[in-house]
T-cell receptor
């Protein structure tokens, strides 16, 4: 079945630094990937839709200059949290669409100190 | 846009009992309805899905029913086991396997007591 690999699984960074999260589709090509943010005991909140070779589409209220998304190939999308602050601490999850549906990565726990 | 309502928010059952989680959606264009199980600290995992051309789908102890007229779909878990304890999310999309985004319900915390 479709497998999506997300790295790192957790990261701690200092306030003001940038962090990059990678999302790879291992056994299929994903023209579209999605990035979500999840707060404790809440549902997944879509941040942006990433299409290979074009600019990402951000949901209302999501700062595109803070959350940089790059989808340079059919198997890799990256989310970079720039100038991270403690309020950016959260669980970030990527997803890729394929013919069989939507497959999710294992998530990245970001803690900004 | 699409709006997905999910109930209940928490559900506690005894091992061996059945569990039912219900969702309603608003957009008649939605035709793909997946259910995900999320364990603590992990990403959601697809457990079953259904498309609008069928009314019911079953996979061992898990089944999903869909009523397009009423715009609701339900997850049924029979013979529950403690390892079924997790958060379950329903979702809806105009099409599975495309660039259409999924709209999620708020989740149901299922606890199966031994």
């Amino acid at each position: 079945g479709a497998v999506v690999s997300q790295h790192p699984s957790w990261v701690i960074c200092k306030s003001g630094t940038s962090v990059k999260i990678e999302c790879r589709s291992l056994d299929f090509q994903a023209t579209t990937m999605f990035w979500y943010r999840q707060f404790p005991k809440q549902s997944l909140m879509l941040m942006a839709t990433s299409n290979e070779g074009s600019k990402a589409t951000y949901e209302q209220g999501v700062e595109k200059d803070k959350f940089l998304i790059n989808h340079a190939s059919l198997t890799l999308s990256t989310l970079t949290v720039t100038s991270a602050h403690p309020e950016d601490s959260s669980f970030y999850i990527c997803s890729a669409s394929s013919a069989s549906g939507y497959t999710f990565g294992s998530g990245t726990r970001l803690t900004v100190v | 846009g699409e709006n997905v309502e999910q109930h209940p928010s928490t559900l506690s059952v005894q091992e061996g009992d059945s569990a039912v989680i219900k969702c309603t959606y608003s957009d008649s264009a939605s035709n793909y309805f997946p259910w995900y199980k999320q364990e603590l600290g992990k990403g959601p995992q697809l457990i079953i899905d259904i498309r609008s051309n069928v009314g019911e789908k079953k996979d061992q102890r898990i089944a999903v029913t869909l009523n397009k007229t009423a715009k609701h779909f339900s997850l049924h878990i029979t013979e529950t086991q403690p390892e079924d304890s997790a958060v379950y999310f329903c979702a809806a999309s105009p099409s599975g396997g495309s660039n259409y985004k999924l709209t999620f319900g708020k989740g149901t915390l299922l606890t199966v007591n031994p």
